[in-house]
């Protein structure tokens, strides 16, 4: 038995002589994500088709879930374009819905319902309105529960009309948002907090192919901390049709900050460190943004000032997609997204190690750059960047070998 999910979606139908490069490349962020071999992807008229045996039904529908660009799809029962065949599919999507607890027959109110109809197939002898008045009037005979709500309904039942008749009832929301790829490429500038991982999301959602940073400071900070980045990096991959991770052995350059910078200077200079590592992979990977999950004043190293003196250190645009986010809000996001658990696991990261009690809050931009300058720094920030290892993981299957890349 063939399953068959038809897809929308939303943004990209307003795209006008772009919309052809944005489609294909939804379609190969769908196919790198599915993961099934005989899915067969197909493309009609605004629309686009999955056809894959039952058994893979859950595999499909979980990379429909988790693919940027689709706002909504469902399972969809393809029949004959003849209107009494459409009549009994119509019924049997009721069936389903029913014994998937999307109607309750039993409840003590009425269930309200609405056709939408679409003929793209004009030969067809019914209009959209014909269709959507013999249809209704099928369902109310046949279930005496339903009612009909053009305005309000509980649900609504779909029928298109196209080169075979597609009738399907829950919409499953997508993730929304533009293909994976359609906007260039960036780095994510991610720790082993709450913040990063939402900013990747956020701006992957935007249409960002990403690749991850992370800057390691062991033996300061453990192998564990590593291993809860490469957890993060990996549930963000399923979202980002894969990704690679850097990981900056980053010791050196701390350990310079630490023995030349003021205590309260040393947060800046840290994150100014990272920022101009950052450049360097970006450029190599020909990203052309830098990302962080900075959120406006959170922290001393996100006041105005600050964010001022870090940003100075790239020519790089640096996306901020938390700036104007409260902590709240970054955390229902990391739940939904399904990073927050393993952000909170407790191993702290090298910015919370060497941090000290009282970091400048409104740091004076010639003083940090003369603090800057004392560090001479730039042949360790070098060689922490040629030392970088690459771990590639996979939209499905996670941690892959470290020649695989994407």
């Known amino acids: 038995m063939q399953a068959i999910y038809l897809i929308r979606f939303g943004e990209i139908a307003l795209k006008g002589d772009n919309r052809i490069f944005f489609e294909k490349m939804l379609k190969l962020n769908m196919r790198k994500n599915l993961g099934v071999k005989n899915a067969r992807i197909l493309q009609r008229a605004g629309r686009f088709y999955i056809e894959t045996p039952e058994e893979h039904a859950a595999e499909v529908e979980r990379a429909l879930s988790h693919t940027f660009g689709i706002v909504g799809f469902s399972r969809a029962r393809r029949v004959q374009k003849d209107i009494e065949i459409i009549e009994r599919a119509s019924k049997k999507v009721i069936i389903d819905m029913i014994a998937a607890g999307d109607i309750d027959p039993d409840s003590a109110v009425s269930t309200s319902f609405k056709i939408e109809s679409r003929r793209t197939d004009k030969s067809f002898p019914l209009d959209s309105y014909g269709i959507a008045c013999r ?26 009309i196209r080169e075979e008749a597609f009738i399907y009832g829950s919409l499953r929301p997508g993730l929304g948002g533009l293909p994976t790829g359609t906007a260039g490429r960036g780095l994510l500038m991610l720790s082993g907090g709450i913040d990063s991982p ?7 959602k935007r249409g960002l192919k990403l690749d991850f940073i ?27 049709c894969g990704a690679n991770l850097f990981v900056i052995p980053f010791t050196p350059v701390q350990l310079r900050i630490n023995e030349r910078a003021k205590p309260e200077e040393i947060t800046l200079l840290m994150r100014a460190a990272m920022v101009k590592i950052g450049t360097r992979i970006a450029r190599r990977r020909s990203a052309g943004c830098l990302i962080t999950g900075e959120s406006l ?20 645009p640096i996306f901020r997609p938390l700036i104007g986010l409260d902590k709240e809000q970054i955390i229902r996001q990391a739940r939904t997204i399904g990073t927050f658990e ?22 004076h931009m010639g003083r940090m750059n003369n603090a800057w300058e004392n560090l001479e720094i730039e042949d360790l920030l070098k060689q922490a960047a040629d030392s970088a290892e690459r771990i590639y993981f996979h939209p499905i299957y996670g941690e892959k070998q470290a020649n695989q890349t994407d």
Not at 198 to 204: D, P, T
Not at 215 to 238: C, G, M, N
């Open 297 to 316: 004043s959170q922290v001393a190293s996100q006041t105005v000032e600050s964010i001022t003196f870090t940003g100075s250190a790239t020519n790089l």
């Open 342 to 363: 393993t952000s909170i696991l407790p191993y702290d990261d090298c910015c919370t190690v060497f941090s000290t009690d009282h970091p400048l809050l409104h740091p």
């Open 214 to 240: 992370y800057f390691h400071t062991y033996p300061y900070t453990s192998e564990e901390v590593l291993d809860k980045v490469r957890q993060l990096a990996s549930i963000l991959s399923s979202y980002c």
């Open 135 to 160: 249809i209704g009037d099928t369902l109310r005979t046949e279930f005496d529960f339903l009612t009909v709500d053009v305005h309000e309904p509980d649900f609504s039942l779909f029928i298109e």
């Open 198 to 204: 939402v900013a990747g999301y956020m701006m992957a």
